[in-house]
């Protein structure tokens, strides 16, 4: 079955350039009957000439498209912050705002689908909206790159949904599905989607051959229950309005695993002065950040005669060896009028969820006066996506 989801947080470059980079090409190899235009408007080009022109408009300022409105908006706006990227807005009924660390940098708010449609044609450099969106609206776009694939907020997935009752109740899976009677070119499945890219190519690629599709953009559990289709193509969170409307998710019918990521023209990065720059930046802070999350910084004092012993015991257990090892450094007191080092402070990284795990065993081999600071970055001596976009851009080191 066709899940995008491995090829895309995989291989950023290969994913995106995998789809049909033609919306309108697209739809012709879809073997399938339309009941309206399911196909996606093309972002505007510029045409010089007659011919279209590749070069990345005429501007010195770096763009950056982010949500405007929604859960994703906020989510977005507090992840920048947790990063020491705080967006400043003078006026919150303006569109353009700034990030006062990043001086040579615009921020442009819009919804995600112009987003990435203006990445294309542009007029943005680098944007932050949901992977589904990049799938949807770029349509394999081959100047689209992933730079982050997983920031770790707007958890949801794209997927096939049908009724639990009917001609469906016993019908679990895609090729189940497939295989019904029911379905010919008189009375083809009728499905109702806002996702008009990646729905009918889902069809096509799995072979299903007597699908119609309509558009819409919301409410669309209600469509089987009005008969107005058989079943759905759907953002889905936690499933609870599926299960409330009698749909359920079949096996296979997966389509796309998503959350936010950090996306970029190739032209913008290759070709405008200070987008690679900023875009490192914002890598370097962003991993920092997402790797310290559900980290906690453990520190304690335990008594021992060298700092090897006291870091032998603390490595034979095994929620103490931290990111690459305890930190162990002498405790000086003065007793009788000389200076000893009878204790010996040290500390570790432990996750959230084996913080009091990690506690216990540290008192078990003689810890005290156990402190726990969360942590806020996290910099590591290279950013492994820094090096991933290099390579995908063809910079290497």
Known sequence: MAVLQTNFLQCPLASISSFSASPSSAINRVSVKFMVSCCSVASPITLVNGNVDNRPSERNEVRLGLPSKGRMATDTLELLKDCQLSVRQVNPRQYVAEIPLLPNL????????????????GDLDLGIVGLDTVSEYGQGNEDL????D????GDCHLSLAIPKYGIFENINSLEELAQMPQWT???????ATGFTYLAPKFMKDNGLKHVTFSTADGALEAAPAMGIADAIVDLVS????????????IEGGLIVESQAVLVASRKSLTQRKGVLDIT???LERLEAHLRAAGQFMVTANMRGSSAEEVAERILSQTSLSGLQGPTISPVFCKRDGKVSADYYAIVICAPKKELYKSVQQLRAIGGSGVLISPLTCIFDEETPRWRQLLSNLGMGF
Request: aromatic share 6%; charged share 30%.
């Open 185 to 191: 070119p008189g009375r083809p499945l009728r499905i």
């Open 145 to 148: 790159i992933l730079a982050h």
């Open 280 to 282: 490192h930046e914002m």
């Open 238 to 249: 936690s499933g609870t309005t599926l299960r409330e409307n009698n749909l359920k998710e």
């Open 150 to 153: 997983a920031l770790e907020y």
């Open 106 to 121: 615009e921020v442009w708010f819009q919804r995600p689908k112009d987003i990435v449609r203006k990445l294309v044609s």
